[in-house]
């Protein structure tokens, strides 16, 4: 029996066959599936890192969905930047996988709405895939007077007389040259002969990434010269004829990946940055993943790719909007932080599957990308509940207070004294929360400031309560639960740096650990005001449909239909399923929110006129794409990215304007003197 449209099911995620592992995070419940499925597919991704992907139905009758995320940060897909959106009506599963490889890579799953068997359905997507015919290699050399890259001759080309376009990488004694563009290296040999003296002079005097035309022979190496390093590293080509198309003055920085550079100088000349290996690797597998996407969704499952408007009105709630004025006094347009409002009205308007790959804005300072725990967080609060310590029954006496701890395995052997004061200075700093440490001695006794205050039974239970072993370091913290949870999440994650730094590996950067967050809560008490409340996700979260009785008697017990993605501890993506009736969403925004729905009136209006029930996902393309490459900063998979403070280097963006060039938008600027001095300069 097919299941009605209408139908959303309850649980967006599939419990795989088999144990699973369960655990509890603050704001919400984590599922994850066997590490083997995960681990083991993108493991093979990782293998073939800059392979291109092409998109498969899972793997068959059973397959698991993908191991699930935890919270790591507010709004859908992970932060600001490009990503992914994706709604429907019902939703549907979607998996990549490297060319060379059968490991399915989980993309992101959804349970289907559609009454067929799950396993049938997913053969089939998978034999559509599997049956299509493979793309024909690119020609690279269409459009253009080049016969060919730097990087595709070979030894069949011997005896070929051909023509390159590309950047001088090196020259060595005016013999020969190393000619760069997208592809790869040529060795170019200068030739020697008067008759072509001139070239050599070009050559030999061309300057450092000078851009070059060179028309030649190709031949192979002598024996015993060839380089099996390089792809081309058989053949080279004897200039016959050449020409400087550009030359080029003194670099800031040589092009190359081992050469240390600092952020601030490769955001400043990012064109020239973008010349590295590394960033075009980059982004051309970016370029790659997008467009199987594309594929994948509109050719195989019908979904209609729509570009939503940059300009638009204040969404309530969620992260802060940067303001855009307009030429009518006092009236601004907000930069949407995601497509949220819009991606609703495409489900009223019939477009039952909708995705962009959209721009999103949210003024927020920039903030690390979070890395996997390495130890867990432990309570010992009953531990310690009965001792005489001041600070602890100090904690204990807080309507919230907790006492936790993480151990930190052969501390004492890597961290140093500096490094134990820099882990507690970074706690107070950051969450103003003190840290008390212990350390197991080698004949099972422990040193701490704590120590007196505790008996030897006490001091028993501690040990056997946080598993310590001789040379284990302790990192104690007491206070309001969110406030130690937050200092010694932080504390494991730089711990685990410093340990890492000093020789220790703790984690394997090949693998891909994926998990959901699910159950989160539909509101949480404001910070600056505990007794109202916010949305956890975005006001337009669907309760829980088990707890949708208590949205109108203690909404703060209420869960919502709210789900994360999580790739080895970072937040690649996040969705909900949407609140579709405009009685219901009236009372959150107004009853429950303190909102001023008339805000929002355009899409309460738009949800009577037969809103279907819809849900979706957005994943943080940036995000996501950094951690398949490895990359240490989203940074680096961005052509033009900002720096930490939002500032483009390149073009010093934000920039002053005149009084006169604010006119028309009645905006007048109250300027700092220091900054009147720099506008006058």
């Given at each position: 029996?097919?299941?009605?449209?209408?139908?959303?099911?309850?649980?967006?995620?599939?419990?795989?066959?088999?144990?699973?592992?369960?655990?509890?995070?603050?704001?919400?419940?984590?599922?994850?599936?066997?590490?083997?499925?995960?681990?083991?597919?993108?493991?093979?991704?990782?293998?073939?890192?800059?392979?291109?992907?092409?998109?498969?139905?899972?793997?068959?009758?059973?397959?698991p969905p993908p191991p699930s995320l935890r919270r790591a940060g507010g709004g859908e897909g992970g932060g600001g930047g490009g990503r992914v959106d994706f709604l429907f009506s019902p939703p549907e599963p979607l998996f990549f996988t490297s060319r060379r490889s059968v490991a399915p890579l989980p993309f992101f799953w959804l349970r289907g709405g559609c009454g067929m068997a799950l396993p049938r359905l997913l053969a089939r997507a998978l034999h559509r895939v599997a049956s299509a015919a493979t793309p024909a290699a690119p020609?690279?050399?269409?459009?253009?007077?080049?016969?060919?890259?730097?990087?595709?001759?070979?030894?069949?080309?011997?005896?070929?007389?051909?023509?390159?376009?590309?950047?001088?990488?090196?020259?060595?004694?005016?013999?020969?040259?190393?000619?760069?563009?997208?592809?790869?290296?040529?060795?170019?040999?200068?030739?020697?002969?008067?008759?072509?003296?001139?070239v050599k002079e070009l050559l030999s005097n061309a300057p450092v990434e000078s851009v070059v035309r060179?028309?030649?022979?190709?031949?192979?190496?002598?024996?015993?010269?060839?380089?099996?390093?390089?792809?081309?590293?058989?053949?080279?080509?004897?200039?016959?004829?050449?020409?400087?198309?550009?030359?080029?003055?003194?670099l800031p920085f040589e092009i190359k990946d081992f050469i240390k550079k600092s952020e601030a100088l490769r955001m400043q000349y990012r064109y020239l940055d973008l010349r590295s290996f590394r960033l075009q690797s980059n982004l051309r597998l970016r370029s790659q993943m997008v467009m199987r996407m594309r594929e994948y969704l509109c050719n195989l499952h019908g979904f209609v790719d729509v570009e939503t408007p940059t300009l638009?009105?204040?969404?309530?709630?969620?992260?802060?909007?940067?303001?855009?004025?307009?030429?009518?006094?006092?009236?601004?347009?907000?930069?949407?932080?995601?497509?949220?409002?819009?991606?609703?009205?495409?489900?009223?308007?019939?477009?039952?599957?909708?995705?962009?790959?959209?721009?999103?804005?949210?003024?927020?300072?920039?903030?690390?990308d979070r890395q996997p725990e390495f130890t867990q967080i432990m309570d010992i609060g009953d531990v310690l509940r009965g001792s005489d310590i001041h600070f602890v029954q100090n904690a204990l006496s807080y309507p919230h207070g907790s006492i936790k701890a993480i151990c930190i395995p052969q501390g004492v052997k890597y961290l140093t004294n500096k490094?134990?004061?820099?882990?507690?200075?970074?706690?107070?700093?950051?969450?103003?929360?003190?840290?008390?440490?212990?350390?197991?001695?080698?004949?099972?006794?422990?040193?701490?400031?704590?120590?007196?205050?505790?008996g030897e039974k006490e001091q028993s239970e501690l040990i056997r309560a946080l598993n310590m072993q001789e040379d284990d370091v302790v990192l104690l913290a007491a206070g309001e639960h969110k406030q130690v949870c937050s200092a010694l999440g932080a504390l494991r994650l730089f711990s685990a740096n410093l340990l890492e730094a000093a020789g220790l590996a703790l984690r394997d950067p090949t693998a891909f650990h994926f998990l959901w967050v699910v159950d989160f809560p539909l509101f949480l008490p404001k910070a600056k005001n505990p007794t109202e409340l916010e949305s956890a996700h975005h006001p337009f979260t669907a309760p829980h449909p088990s707890d949708a009785s208590l949205l109108y008697s203690d909404p703060t017990k209420v869960r919502s239909q709210h789900y994360d993605l999580v790739l080895n501890g970072n937040e690649v993506g996040g969705g909900s399923i949407r609140i579709h009736s405009a009685e219901q969403q009236r009372f959150v925004l107004e009853k429950v929110l303190k909102e001023d729905s008339e805000v929002l009136s355009h899409l309460i209006e738009a949800l009577e006129f037969g809103a279907p029930p819809?849900?979706?996902?957005?994943?943080?393309?940036?995000?996501?794409?950094?951690?398949?490459?490895?990359?240490?900063?989203?940074?680096?998979?961005?052509?033009?990215?900002?720096?930490?403070?939002?500032?483009?280097?390149?073009?010093s963006a934000p920039d002053y304007v005149t009084p006169e060039e604010l006119e028309p938008y009645h905006i007048q600027v109250s300027w700092p003197l220091e900054e009147k001095e720099a506008k006058k300069n």
């Open positions: 029996m097919r299941r009605p449209l209408g139908l959303i099911p309850r649980r967006l995620w599939i419990r795989p066959k088999g144990r699973t592992r369960e655990s509890r995070l603050r704001l919400g419940r984590v599922r994850a599936a066997p590490s083997s499925v995960g681990s083991s597919a993108m493991a093979a991704i990782a293998r073939q890192r800059r392979s291109n992907f092409l998109p498969v139905g899972p793997r068959g009758r059973g397959a020609d690279f050399n269409s459009f253009v007077t080049r016969t060919n890259t730097c990087g595709e001759l070979r030894s069949a080309h011997v005896g070929q007389k051909v023509t390159l376009y590309g950047w001088v990488q090196y020259q060595r004694q005016g013999l020969f040259l190393v000619l760069r563009d997208f592809q790869g290296l040529t060795q170019i040999i200068i030739p020697q002969d008067e008759a072509h003296s001139h060179v028309t030649g022979i190709v031949s192979s190496r002598p024996l015993g010269q060839e380089n099996p390093k390089m792809p081309t590293g058989d053949i080279e080509v004897k200039a016959e004829t050449a020409e400087i198309l550009n030359s080029c003055k003194k638009f009105k204040r969404t309530p709630g969620g992260a802060k909007e940067f303001l855009v004025p307009s030429r009518e006094a006092g009236k601004f347009y907000s930069l949407p932080q995601s497509p949220q409002q819009f991606k609703q009205l495409l489900m009223v308007g019939g477009l039952d599957r909708y995705f962009q790959v959209a721009r999103c804005y949210r003024d927020e300072g920039s903030r690390p490094d134990l004061e820099s882990l507690k200075e970074s706690a107070k700093s950051q969450f103003n929360q003190e840290i008390m440490q212990i350390i197991c001695r080698p004949d099972g006794r422990l040193k701490s400031l704590l120590t007196k205050f505790l819809h849900g979706g996902i957005a994943l943080g393309l940036d995000r996501l794409i950094s951690l398949i490459v490895d990359a240490p900063s989203i940074r680096d998979v961005i052509a033009f990215p900002k720096s930490f403070r939002g500032r483009d280097l390149m073009g």
